[in-house]
């Protein structure tokens, strides 16, 4: 296929020429603004706004020193929804050799196509990109109660294991789920019914030759994702720290969590707030002590978790890199 050809020389090229474009979050995927079609561009007015931030990635880089920071971008993962990735970013992640994330919600996964997905995990695959998944979070809850939210979460975790055993990914990202000012009078029935679904999953990602690996989003403390991960622990379900979370919605001090969830950190997602809202700053541009959390992180760790990168801005990405070269311990 003439595409695999034209991949495979993309990948050999180790310093290709940079790009400017948005590199979004599952979270909150956004509008592209740099790569914008010009029949999108109506007005001066969104003109100007596209050169300014064109402008202000390009002085971002020229300050951060582009290509050293190339070998740490390697080493880490950048998360991006699929469809944004298919659609117009799958050629910047292969041409600077950005692993990805790739987020599937509930929209993806409902009108994949196959031949888009087939297409994009096989060109990631030939330049050897390591590929870490993200699933879908929306209105799902492992625990509930109601048998018919169970089961439409579990239909969404079964359309993942397909993405799973398509793309190959060293990780299966999913949210532990648990929120105690929804769940707190039937904690113990939430968290048995949940382990009955993360049981199944974790059995299923590991016979595709992956790892689940579950995240903290609304607990307050490390002990509301012990509960759902030290019973899985013999099966490879690990824990993925996610400092931006911790911040705002956790009630426990992140030295905390790290020193509770040392043997079980087996992924970190970072990205930066203000304690007040999930915001998805660039690191060191809220309040998180990034430099305190490595240095302990360094005392318990020889080799260091995978970390994934959640910008909502490619200025946010090179911003985040620059602060991160200053504090990698490892």
């Not at 692993?99 to 409902?110: K, S, T, V, W, Y």
């Amino acid at each position: 296929m003439a595409f695999g050809i034209n991949t495979l020389r993309v990948c050999q090229n180790r310093f290709p020429r940079p790009h400017h474009s948005n590199i979004p979050s599952i979270h909150h995927s956004i509008t592209p603004t740099l790569e914008t079609p010009s029949r999108v561009v109506k007005s001066g007015v969104l003109r100007a706004r596209v050169l300014y931030i064109l402008q202000q990635s390009q002085s971002v880089k020229r300050k951060t020193g582009f290509r050293s920071m190339r070998h740490l971008l390697q080493k880490i993962q950048v998360n991006v929804p699929f469809r944004d990735l298919h659609d117009q970013y799958l050629s910047r992640f292969i041409e600077e050799r950005i692993n990805p994330e790739i987020g599937f919600d509930a929209l993806a996964l409902e009108n994949a196509v196959h031949r888009e997905l087939t297409s994009t995990a096989l060109q990631l695959h030939e330049c050897n990109l390591e590929i870490t998944l993200h699933g879908p979070f929306t209105d799902l809850s492992p625990g509930s109660p109601d048998p018919a939210v169970r089961a439409v979460t579990r239909r969404r975790f079964e359309q993942l294991l397909d993405m799973v055993a398509l793309f190959k990914p060293r990780h299966v990202v999913c949210h532990g789920g648990y929120d105690k000012k929804r769940y707190f009078y039937m904690r113990e029935a939430w968290i048995q019914r949940s382990l009955d679904m993360w049981r199944w999953m974790a059995e299923s990602v590991g016979t595709l030759g992956s790892r689940l690996i579950l995240e903290n989003v609304y607990e307050h403390g490390p002990e509301e994702m012990k509960a759902l991960i030290e019973p899985l622990a013999h099966l490879g379900v690990g824990f993925c720290l996610d400092t931006g979370h911790q911040a705002a919605f956790g009630r426990t001090p992140l030295e905390v969590w790290v020193a509770s969830m040392a043997p079980h950190i087996a992924q970190l997602h970072l990205h930066d707030n203000n304690g007040d809202w999930d915001e998805h700053l660039a690191l060191g541009q809220g309040s998180i002590d990034f430099d305190r959390f490595f240095r302990q992180l360094r005392e318990i760790r020889e080799i260091p978790p995978l970390v994934s990168l959640e910008p909502h801005q490619e200025r946010d990405l090179w911003l985040s890199l620059k602060y991160l070269e200053k504090i990698w311990p490892w």
